[in-house]
């Protein structure tokens, strides 16, 4: 069984930064991608980025690019988003995720989810 389990939401003003954390337990996932995606209130779930646990592959959103960095952490099996210069538009619960298709950036193609983590940007 796959357990991803996020931390580092909270509240933080606009041009502030958080990093959020994805900590893997359970079966291997090197073979897998591993994504951050964000659902905003009364809004579809969204790709953030995507990372390869050797690291040597990430993808971002428009959204997230210049700002986001996503970094994966083999030893401790933790991926992390770090986010700079945030907007109250990254208001949203960000979710980890793991898909056994390379960089993926659809959803559905997402075998493993965490529960999420609530970030708030204010301004």
């Known amino acids: 069984q796959v357990q991803l389990l996020e931390s580092g939401g909270g509240l933080v003003q606009a041009g502030g930064s958080l990093r959020l954390s994805c900590a893997a337990s359970?079966?291997?996932?090197?073979?897998?991608?591993m994504g951050w995606f964000r659902q905003a209130p009364g809004k579809e779930r969204e790709f953030v980025a995507v990372?390869?646990?050797?690291?040597?592959?990430?993808a971002y959103a428009e959204s997230a690019k210049g700002r986001f960095t996503i970094a994966a952490e083999n030893d401790q099996n933790t991926v992390y988003l770090q986010m700079n210069s945030l907007k109250p538009e990254d208001t949203a619960v960000y979710y980890c995720?793991?898909?056994?298709?390379?960089?993926?950036?659809?959803?559905?193609?997402?075998?493993?989810w965490g529960q999420g983590t609530q970030v708030t940007v204010s301004s």
């Open positions: 359970g079966r291997t996932l090197k073979s897998y991608s």
């Open positions: 995720a793991a898909s056994r298709m390379m960089g993926s950036t659809v959803q559905n193609r997402y075998d493993y």
């Open positions: 990372i390869n646990w050797s690291g040597t592959n990430t």
